[in-house]
């Protein structure tokens, strides 16, 4: 049977970046260049400083690119307005080191917050509902009326994922979702993003140090000294 072709839902072309200006203007990323399809879970390594943070950023319409292509869901970036940069950023579900909830607000709460930027068709009743489910999913649901206060930093990191895949975004960009957990929770966790972003068809660009997940990818790339390339074998 006929399948259809698909579009990378990345497609970054040749990207450089740099930071500061004059003197001091330093280039970080070199011609940076890959694709992610759909539905892929791309793991990203390297060493600290080598330019994984900033590449995340761009792809998420965080920081503007300057030099080459990248186009995310079909848009370009490079020189877009910003009513598309704020748009893109509302199908893009983003997972951070520190797990950034907001902390007068419950379990519940932060993912209908995220909901209500993310989904605007949606009534209250059925963010609500689409919030349990999603706490449910990552294993929370006798704690979602807790504070972030009151959770561990495994249970935190759970609920920032049911907030990252909440409106079941096409893309989900996890900048070392783990370093902070122990070991097993760090685990718990990637399998909870691994699973929901394959039931819902979401790609998933995660930066990690922890050789314990690699299985989870479906394919490595490594960033060094801010030029990428594809990792010819899983290091162990
Ligand atoms: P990684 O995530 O791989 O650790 P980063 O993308 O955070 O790397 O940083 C790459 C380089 O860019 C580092 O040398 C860092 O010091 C520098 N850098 C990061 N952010 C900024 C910034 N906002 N201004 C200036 N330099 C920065
Ligand atoms: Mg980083």
């Excluded at 983003?94 to 909901?115: G, K």
């Excluded at 009534?123 to 649901?141: K, P, S």
């Excluded at 900048?175 to 972003?197: C, F, H, N, W, Y």
Aim: aromatic share 4%.
């Amino acid at each position: 049977f006929l399948t259809m072709p698909q579009e990378p839902v990345i497609a970054i072309d040749r990207v450089n970046h740099y930071y500061g200006s004059g003197r001091l203007r330093k280039q970080i990323l070199f011609e940076v260049t890959s694709e992610i399809q759909p539905g892929e879970i791309v793991i990203m390594m390297g060493p600290s400083g080598s330019g994984k943070t900033t590449l995340l950023t761009l792809i998420g319409a965080l920081r503007s690119t300057q030099e080459g292509s990248m186009k995310v869901l079909g848009q370009q970036l490079r020189n877009a307005p910003n009513s598309r940069l704020v748009n893109l950023r509302r199908n893009i579900g983003y997972i951070f080191q520190a797990h950034n909830l907001l902390n007068s607000l419950t379990a519940r709460q932060n993912v209908q917050m995220s909901l209500e930027l993310h989904d605007q068709h949606l009534t209250r009743r059925e963010r609500e509902h689409r919030a349990e489910e999603m706490l449910e999913a990552v294993g929370l649901r006798d704690w979602r009326d807790y504070y972030p206060h009151d959770l561990s930093g495994g249970q935190k990191q759970r609920v920032a994922i049911a907030r990252a895949l909440a409106s079941h975004p096409k893309i989900v960009l996890a900048d070392e979702p783990t370093s902070a957990l122990d070991k097993q929770s760090g685990r718990d966790v990637v399998e909870i993003m691994q699973r929901l972003a394959k039931q819902q068809g979401s790609a998933i660009l995660m930066v990690t140090h922890d050789n314990r997940i690699l299985d989870v990818a479906d394919r490595i790339i490594n960033m060094e000294d801010g030029r990428l390339s594809n990792l010819e074998a899983v290091p162990v």
